[in-house]
């Protein structure tokens, strides 16, 4: 679901941005096989307010084609991830009614995510956060989760929207900045099984941005609190030693 500034108007719809991106109309679906055999599906949507104006996002994924037998990649391998896409749109000055949004573009490759031919999920129980930098861009931090060996990973996928007019050939207006690791939980591993030896633990990472910036981006910082399984099999519980902080690396163009 979009996140809704306080001016909210209804962002376009879930196959109307599917459209913008891929040039294809679905009949009204959020998830379909393009001519590739590659499957295409909306993935989150971010309404903002940035240096004055409301913009709305949405961003789609897109499959290798080789996993063109089934939405659901089933055999997929874990490095195999989904490509991003996005349209974005800005609310029309004068207002207008009948058409409020006004389309300030769409690109078909933001970046790579995920694993097995799937994005990271949506989790839908945590906030998207921002931060403005200095220099006028956002740095949208989505909030996503997967599992790995029955263990819940919660993540964050980070993104920079550009707003400033585009002058070389491969500037974007929004590109993805890498996975935050930012707690995990191992209930499908610790419980409902009487044999079972692994203790269950929690832990939550609250997400800062810091003043301080690396090629104009803000440092990062990952503030880990609940409890995590030793590898002696015990659990210990978390604290300001554990507090991580993620810079930009402008040879990779991740966060690391």
């Known amino acids: 679901m979009p996140n809704c500034s306080s ?22 679906a959020s998830s379909y096989e393009m001519e590739s055999g590659s499957w295409v599906s909306y993935w989150y949507g971010y309404s903002f307010e940035l240096g004055g104006e409301q913009y709305f996002t949405g961003f789609a994924v897109q499959t290798p084609d080789e996993y063109e037998a089934s939405p659901d990649q089933a055999g997929a391998a874990p490095d195999a991830k989904v490509t991003v896409g996005q349209a974005t749109v800005v609310i ?44 006028g861009r956002l740095v949208l931090a989505v909030p996503t989760w997967y599992l790995a060996t029955g263990t819940r990973i919660s993540t964050f996928d ?22 935050l690791v930012a707690g995990d939980h191992n209930g499908a591993a610790c419980e409902g099984e009487e044999e079972v030896t692994i203790p269950c633990a929690t832990s939550t990472g ?51």
Do not use: C
């Open 206 to 256: 609250s997400l800062e941005f810091l003043g301080q910036e690396t090629n104009g981006l803000p440092v990062i910082r990952v503030i880990m609190s609940g409890t995590q399984v030793r590898a002696a099999g015990e659990t210990r519980a978390l604290g300001p030693g554990d507090t991580v902080e993620y810079r930009y690396d402008t040879s990779s163009k991740q966060y690391l």
């Open 158 to 179: 980070l993104f920079l929207f550009n707003p400033h007019e585009l002058n070389r050939a491969d500037e974007r207006r929004w590109t993805y900045l890498g996975n």
């Open 92 to 135: 029309a000055h004068p207002p207008n009614r009948v058409k409020p949004w006004l389309f300030q573009g769409s690109d078909q490759f933001v970046g790579e995510l995920g694993g097995f031919a799937k994005p990271n999920e949506i989790d839908e129980g945590r906030a998207p956060q921002s931060h403005e930098t200095l220099d």
């Open 7 to 28: 001016n909210f108007v209804q962002p376009p719809s879930l196959s109307s941005v599917l459209y913008l991106i891929y040039q294809k109309d679905g009949d009204g």
